[in-house]
């Protein structure tokens, strides 16, 4: 399958290799810089705290609200022997009304910005809404939300133009009041903060510098009036507002991937390889080395098949793929060491894993036992090469390797990385997998786009893209093995179109 969406910008991100590590854990760059960092969220703390310059630098043409913000900023020099004074909600609460009308002058004199504002008072848990109900209008409930969504849905990103807006304003507040000490050798960080609102003259570097600056005023002010309005805020919105669902549509009829030819070819690659088997059969004595490659080629086959539709675009697709990309991964290693030895300890390991079952399912009541396991079978295939009083029990892993060890050392780390590390973590219910299966994203900004239950995933991309190319990787390991094995799925232009024997493939 083509990629068609955009690949993420690399200086978004810091790459594994810049990570450190220490032991299995890798800790990125930012979080080196102190043992006590303390994160602080843009948009779940400190953007309600400045909701009304939210609301007014994406409401407002972008001239007449930095015009506003600046009036704001500039009034921080009347206040530098009033610490308390912040333009934040939460501050707000705590001052004069003279204080606040001398803060807000320009910005209530303005019948566009107090319309603008006038969503503010929807809010009930508002903790300066005394203030502003005395000089805002009253907000049209529904039309107050909605002019709330936008203002809060263009600010989200913390790097958007209305964002850094905001963000410039906090850093300017405390700058002007003389609470914010910059070093004399940069002096340039104070003419890009003075240059800012007017758009002449300002670096380029001005949006990452505000960015950096922001997180560390906090939330600005020493007071701790009412701490837990930005909680309040978002569950004044939850309350106040419905989630948006997504509409769901039912994959296209017509596949990208061409199942029915596949099909086909893996009849006759299946038919092929049990040929091959019978071809390349020297005794009927325990050879662990031929019963492995033929035994997990055929293995993974029967992955291939079971990952066709309806499974290959569900969660359970990614279970197969991961059980295939094991396979590949342990062909290859045991093909790679080509010691009798690994070969017999791949062999016993299983015996023993067989043993282990059996033994535990024996000691169990049988009305309790799964209705999905034959011990029968099991104990068959416990004694199948030796009596089980000689069988050995391996806890571990029967190579004594993890399969990223496995992987490099067979020089396939490229299958663990592409295809073992994310489909694991469906097999094990890690969080992101969970995450991706059964849950969207709410299209309510003032709902922070928070998780939502969503019908069954059965739209995931195909993995039976995948499955062929990794499954050409096996009869490859096979042909190596066991030569010649010939026969593969055609993999031109990411298709798995069957395509005519060759004359060694028959």
Known sequence: MTDKKERPKRQDFSPLDAHHRRGKVFTPPLMRVSDNIELHSWHSERLPETLWAVLLSATLPRADSLQLLSAVAKAAMQFREHPEVFPAHSALAGISKEQFAALFADVLKDKSACSALSPLLLL?????????????????????????AEA????LDPRSRPAIDVRWLRVMFLGLQH???????????????CAYPTGKDVPDWADAMIGSMEPMVGIGFDGAARPNWSEDFWRDCLKGTPCVVARYMPPVPEAEFPYEEAKTRWGQIYAGLMKHFFQTLRNTGIDARHDAVFGLALYAMSLVTGMMRPHSTRPSGR???????EANITLAYLVFRDDP???KMYRAYGTGQAKLAFLKLVETEREDLPRHVDVALLERLANEDMWQEYVSIDVGHWAGLTAR???????VKDVYDKFYVWPSGFVHGQWAAVRDSVFDLCANPLHRFHRVPRPMRVDMPDVCFDAVRLMNRI????????PSFALRFDETSHSARATAPTAASE
């Open 475 to 482: 009869l490859g390991l096979v042909d190596q093995a066991f």
């Open 179 to 193: 609470r914010l000490m910059i070093k004399k050798e940069d002096d340039e960080i104070v003419d890009m903060l």
């Open 341 to 343: 030895e690994i070969w």
């Open 124 to 148: 009930d848990s508002l903790p300066d809404r005394a203030h502003w109900a005395a000089h805002l209008p009253t907000s049209v409930v529904e039309e107050g939300w909605n002019a709330m």
């Open 152 to 155: 809060v849905a263009a600010c």
């Open 319 to 325: 279970h197969l793929l991961r059980s295939l990309a």
């Open 405 to 411: 060890k496995m992987a490099d050392d067979a020089g």
